[in-house]
Nanobody
Framework: QVQLVESGGGLVQAGGSLRLSCAASGRTFSNYAMGWFRQASGKEREFVAATSRRDGSTAYADSVKGRFTISRDNAKNTVYLQMNSLKPEDTAVYYC?????????????????WGRGTQVTVSS
């Protein structure tokens, strides 16, 4: 089992920045690829970003490329999502997730463990 706890969400004006953190506990953190997903009210959960277990590979949704950056610190068992130039359409609950697979995945169905989410609200 892996337990994931997100933090760092909040209310920010359009154009602002937030940094989300996801602290992991349980199994060896570096054995998992990590992803961020989001779900806006009334919409399906969508992929935001992912990072591989150790080699630093990353993937991003087109809607956040150039604005969001995913990173991880395996020594701290934490994954981050730096969000810049935020837009009202980024408003959602953001979830981090852990995937035992060795390849990056954008499909939420492949992720094995999930946090409870943190709310991000961007005002116009």
């Amino acid at each position: 089992q892996v337990q994931l706890v997100e933090s760092g969400g909040g209310l920010v004006q359009a154009g602002g920045s937030l940094r989300l953190s996801c602290a992991a506990s349980g199994r060896t953190f570096s054995n998992y690829a990590m992803g961020w997903f989001r779900q806006a009210s009334g919409k399906e959960r969508e992929f935001v970003a992912a990072t591989s277990r150790r080699d630093g590979s990353t993937a991003y949704a087109d809607s956040v490329k150039g604005r969001f950056t995913i990173s991880r610190d395996n020594a701290k068992n934490t994954v981050y999502l730096q969000m810049n130039s935020l837009k009202p359409e980024d408003t959602a609950v953001y979830y981090c997730a852990a995937d035992r697979a060795s390849t990056l995945s954008m499909a939420y169905i492949t992720y094995d463990y999930w946090g409870r989410g943190t709310q991000v609200t961007v005002s116009s």
